[in-house]
């Protein structure tokens, strides 16, 4: 996997599956096509998870807008995609300074860049969606996230904010398993 390839080494991680009532390829269409977004709960969570955001930095916040596919997190929170591989995986990335967030604009990293960034006081966040054959007609849509702090401190603030944000980070990827699904299934 692209995930063990960029990020053998992590902190924490966070595993969820699902079957699909579709081939690989219908899936790995679908999860091109997600919206996170199209879950009303998701959308909640995502604005309240803004709210920080827009305190510390007295405004409105960037405003995520009325989607939130990978093409708008790249735009609009620091995502970047880190590799792909058809039909079997996606995987994104970001680095950040753990809450309180300040604003670190690091831009786009390449994945060698990713994999070599160690700056004290950052997280390295790699998100993947992959998928593997279920039977004749079926797929596992699994997601993983993998997060590895950049010392000791920050990790120990991070996991502080993990306690509390953990739960609804993983209510938001089993969701996008169900809208990956959802749509797989429909075609």
Known sequence: MLLDDLMPRYDITEIHHRVVDADARATFA????LDFYDSRPTRALMTLRGIPERILHSGPGTGLGAHLTFADMQQKMGFFPLGERADEEILWGFVQVPF???EV????LSAAEFVAFAK???IRVAFDISLRPYG????LASTESRIAATDAETLRRFRCYWRVVG???GYIRREALRLIARTAERR
């Open 136 to 139: 004749e007609r079926r797929t």
């Open 30 to 33: 679908a999860a091109h096509e």
């Open 120 to 122: 004290p006081g950052f």
């Open 100 to 102: 309180p967030q300040t």
């Open 167 to 169: 739960p609804f980070s």
């Open 105 to 108: 604009d690091l831009g786009p």
